[in-house]
Every structure is written in structure tokens, then in C-alpha cells.
């Protein structure tokens, strides 16, 4: 079974930058992607990224946030710039593996203002 390990989260001031991590236990083939879920509501995409390097976005989030891969290395990344209070939220690495859809635990992301 993969898993998956998200790093790279914390606390920052809103206008500020964070990257996050999401390293794999052995390489994924399938598309890969980072999500995350505030309080209260649901767990939203963020953008995902194929192993050929083809991404995709969330329209709200495109231009402040970049997801990158680095196959070598098994791990997928998220850039997030100019941090918003509203980005606050627990951030889930996933992949869909042989069909089955693969979760990290989460990193916490606090934005204060």
C-alpha cells in the first residue's frame, strides 16, 4: 500500500508564503493532487498535477498557488504565495492508485491577519 506524507505546514501571517510537501512511499504513475478542508466546510481541490506534468487548477486559487512533481524523488509540492486567513484549512495530499483514492494526513495551515 502507498502512502502518502504531507509536510511543510504551519502558521504565517497573512501575505506570506508556504510549501508544502507530499512525498509518496514509492512512485505513482497516476495523477496526484493537493486538497484541503476548512472548518465546517468541505474538503475542496486545490490543483493536481500528472506525472508528465500537465496541471490543472481551482479558478479561485490559480495564479497564488503552484503545484510542481518531482518523480525522482516521489513527491508532489504545493506553492502557496500571498496567504489569505481564508486559506486556513487542513491540506491532504492524494492519488488514486490501482482505484483507490490515497490520503496523506494532512498538514495544518494557519493564516493570521
Known amino acids: 500500500q502507498v502512502q502518502l506524507v504531507e509536510s511543510g505546514g504551519g502558521l504565517v501571517q497573512a501575505g506570506g508564503s508556504l510549501r508544502l510537501s507530499c512525498a509518496a512511499s514509492?512512485?505513482?504513475?497516476?495523477?496526484m493532487g493537493w486538497y484541503r478542508q476548512a472548518p465546517g466546510k468541505q474538503r475542496e481541490l486545490i490543483a493536481s498535477?500528472?506525472?508528465?506534468?500537465?496541471?490543472r487548477y481551482a479558478d479561485s486559487l490559480k495564479g497564488r498557488f503552484t503545484i510542481s512533481r518531482d518523480n525522482a524523488r516521489n513527491t508532489v509540492y504545493l506553492q502557496m504565495n500571498t496567504l489569505q486567513p481564508e486559506d486556513t484549512a487542513v491540506y491532504y495530499c492524494?492519488?488514486?492508485?490501482?482505484?483507490?483514492?490515497?490520503w496523506g494526513q494532512g498538514t495544518q495551515v494557519t493564516v493570521s491577519s
Open positions: 498535477i500528472t506525472s508528465g506534468g500537465t496541471t
Open positions: 514509492r512512485s505513482i504513475e497516476s495523477a
Open positions: 492524494n492519488a488514486r492508485v490501482l482505484g483507490i483514492n490515497l
